[in-house]
């Protein structure tokens, strides 16, 4: 069974710092690309990075680059994370993690493997 659980959700003031992490579990994702999405309220669920296990290069959304960075575990390919700085309240959101998806002509589409997605909340 395939499991990804997401933690390090919260509530930050504007301008704070948050770290999400997502492990993946019950499947061999060593060889895996694995993003981070995000879901507002009334709104559609959006790509916000993705890092590719074969090289490790990353992309970005428009609207976090230079702000959020993705990483994983060097030792452990089945954890990853996403730092996030300088937290702006339309960040809040519920964030996903995703594994498994293909990337394919600089656009990473999703698998149908989700976590249950942590809530971050930012208060202006």
């Known amino acids: 069974q395939v499991q990804l659980v997401e933690s390090g959700g919260g509530l930050v003031q504007a301008g704070g710092s948050l770290r999400l992490s997502c492990s993946a579990s019950?499947?061999?994702?060593?060889?895996?690309?694995m993003a981070w999405f995000r879901q507002a309220p009334g709104k559609e669920r959006e790509f916000v990075a993705v890092?590719?296990?074969?090289?490790?290069?990353?992309?970005y959304a428009d609207s976090v680059k230079g702000r959020f960075t993705i990483s994983r575990d060097n030792v452990k390919n089945t954890v990853v994370y996403l730092q996030m700085n300088s937290l702006k309240p339309e960040d809040t959101a519920v964030y996903y993690c995703?594994?498994?998806?293909?990337?394919?002509?600089?656009?990473?589409?999703?698998?149908?493997?989700w976590g249950q997605g942590t809530q971050v909340t930012v208060s202006s």
């Open positions: 890092i590719r296990l074969t090289g490790g290069s990353t992309v």
């Open positions: 019950g499947r061999t994702f060593n060889s895996y690309d």
């Open positions: 995703n594994a498994g998806g293909t990337y394919f002509s600089s656009t990473y589409y999703p698998s149908a493997y």
